[in-house]
């Protein structure tokens, strides 16, 4: 090939449109389908009715409780008996606890146990719709009960698990695993979740032995999409599902979910305007088939197979992951075969496998992030999914593949073609072994593609005498490199450029195949065609907006009452520039402050405003008896004006040793968790209507000072102004706008 270049990027560009059209989501079936069909257009009818007021209902609040109702109603007229759990759910983890309402219905089977359950959460974050996270996976649900019951005859009862409080905990999901007697007759458990409003419904994640239930997985799903890579990523993120809570009573089961636009998770937009009725639909397509197959198998066969799996090319794929190290092994194997056919000397195939995978993967790291540090310098903030992405993606693509281009007339007259993709892709081999023993389940996503690469490569040095079919072989290894492709950008849809570390490497494992191909006439103006791509996409995102409507800017702000001083506060709470029409609604101070004595820590964006008076949240003694050394004192904790929820703080020298609330323990942070040294909390949810009685055991007799804290979702007309000057390009996130109203307390 005396000019490979302009070929390989025509290979590359069509192996990547092809991966990502073989997976794009399959259509909607309509509300005309049998009955004995899952319809996405059914559930998402569902969806709307359930959300008819289209707002926020946060575990407690009487929004909450009307969807609750509402679910309650359908399965009335579906003929489904279901049950209530009230209680208290307490995450130990967390350190927190709700009061939470669980709906539990089931499906009887000819058998009584054990269970297939189906899992999803119903309530909201304080300012999201919730449609996304988590109606849809509700609404999937409901739609396979539906149809389930249409086809019957299936031999485990279904058992439908709607939990509360799963935003503020995973307190539900606790309430019920830790103190519901069905939780220990459950057999598999297929848990939804979503995480934005848009994307394929994938595998995120399974516990323990996987093998059984991943083949029923495997061949009943239209369309499976996952990757054991998502469990590896999952384990280092602070994001949580109910899944964790099954995951550690040991039930064996899947965990999906969907992330796309993730600008949209836990803010208004997630709402059912901004869903995408097509991700309803494959949540079903998974869930459905697969829970009448598990419905009829043997779920009590004791297993202990795990399996490692991914999708890719429109294929799902999985093996025993007992398999992946073989699999390592017979590639390098198969690639250092490659490399003495090749015909290169040690010294050129030990240069080319280790110096130049590693400093082109290296130097094309630095650029990606220099360019990116750059952008975060000018804009004054590094936004994870930014109003317009290709910018972004032009840095990391040209960024990458720009060192590689600059060299390229350096290898071409040092390295033969053959040398050069065998290299590479030992290079790739050598860089798989610290991932595949750091985190296995991570290096299985790149097995296939070095066992086929190194099976094209090994065919390929044997075939001299036919070129033309050589040929054809090394530009399959470039194909097979593409798909590494599609997986940088899942990474960008999960993780964002705030994570941008996450993605860069899978386009440099590209680059790293790619250098073989860097020679030829068309060389130097590929080099100046990337250069120019990546100054393209740095002077886009330098002068484009940052957010929109559709992807705005978290931005909350707070009313902070302290009740005792008879002060208040207004905060900005986000990451990056409050935008100015904000700092000149309200007298914000030029410098960071304290605005919360149990926490030393200064934050910006405080501005001191008059006092609305909000009542105070009270603690009342209900009982306090001294045993020996000993201190055991009753509470009752209430919020006045019914906030969503109230914190106790108390300081190191109450020496607290244990709490107890309704009878379930609440463990307690150490005090390096909290943001004060001297302090440490006790987080209570779903406060609304319910006062909270908490048992302390205290190690010290003396008595306590601390501080009563209680948060809502609103804010008073002082805070008007402020809410005014926000731009529509601005919304809250997460706990949202919020007031908070402390006091000191003392028993």
Known sequence: MKNPLPLAALISLLTVSTALWLEQPHPLIPNSAPATEYSGERAMSLLN?????????????????????????????????????????????????AYVENVIAIIPGQVTGPYVALMAHYDSVPHAVGAGDDMAGVVA??????????????????????????????????????????????????????????????????????????????????????????????????????????????????????????????????????????????????????????????????????????????????????????????????????????????????????????????????????????????????????????????????????????????????????TLLVAGWLGVWLLTLPVLLVMPDAAAMLMPQLLLAATLLSLANCLGRYPALKAGLFLGTLAVAALFLPTALLLEQTQGYGLVVTVWPWVGLYVICLLGFLRGPALIASTRLVGAALLTGLVAASVLPVYSEHRPQHLNVLYIQDTDASKALLHIETEGQVPPAMLEASPFQPDAGQAVPWSSTPIPFLAPVANVHLPAPTVDVVESRTIKDERQVRLRLSSQRHAWRLRLYLPASAAIKSATVDGVKLSLPSYEQENSPSYTGLLFYGTQNHDVIVNLTLASTEPVTGFLVDSSPSLPDIANGLIKARPSEALPVHSGDRSTVFTKVAF
């Open 141 to 418: 649900v409901l739609e396979t009960a539906r149809a389930a019951r249409a086809v019957g005859g299936f031999r485990h009862p279904i058992m439908l698990l709607i939990t509360d409080g799963e935003e503020t905990g995973l307190h539900g999901a606790e309430a019920f695993f830790k103190q519901h007697p069905l939780a220990a007759q459950i057999g598999v458990l297929l848990n939804l979740e979503g995480s934005g409003t848009r994307g394929a419904s994938m595998v995120l994640r399974t516990s323990m032995a996987n093998a059984w239930y991943m083949n029923f997985f495997a061949d009943t799903a239209a369309q499976p999409m996952g990757s054991s890579l998502a469990d590896e990523v999952f384990k280092r993120m602070p994001n949580d599902t109910d899944f964790s809570v099954s995951l550690a009573a040991k039930i064996p089961g899947i965990d999906f979910s969907f992330a796309g636009e993730r600008n949209h998770y836990h803010t208004p937009n997630d709402n059912p305007e901004n869903l995408d009725p097509r991700t309803v639909q494959h949540h079903g397509d998974n869930l459905f088939p697969l829970t009448l197959q598990l419905a009829n198998a043997d779920l009590s066969t004791q297993h202990d197979t795990k399996v490692a799996y991914l999708n890719s090319f429109g294929a799902w794929l999985q093996w025993p992951t007992h398999w992946t190290p073989i699999m390592y092994g017979l590639a390098g194997v198969l690639l250092f075969w490659a490399s003495i056919r090749a015909g290169g000397s040690v010294q050129q195939i030990l240069l080319a496998s280790v110096v130049l995978p590693l400093s082109t993967l290296i130097i094309g790291g630095m650029l990606v992030h220099l360019c990116m540090a750059l952008l975060s310098a000018i804009n004054g903030v590094t936004v994870p999914w930014p109003a317009y992405l290709w910018p972004q993606r032009l840095i990391v693509l040209s960024g990458t593949t720009l060192p590689a281009l600059l060299c390229g007339r350096w290898l071409a007259e040092r390295f033969a073609l053959d």
């Open 49 to 97: 009715h359930l959300l008819a007021e289209n707002l926020p209902h946060p575990v407690g609040s009487k929004q909450n409780r009307v969807i609750k109702q509402r679910i309650q109603a359908w399965l009335d007229e579906q003929g489904i008996d279901h049950q209530e759990q009230r209680a208290w759910g307490c995450n130990a983890k967390r350190h927190s606890c």
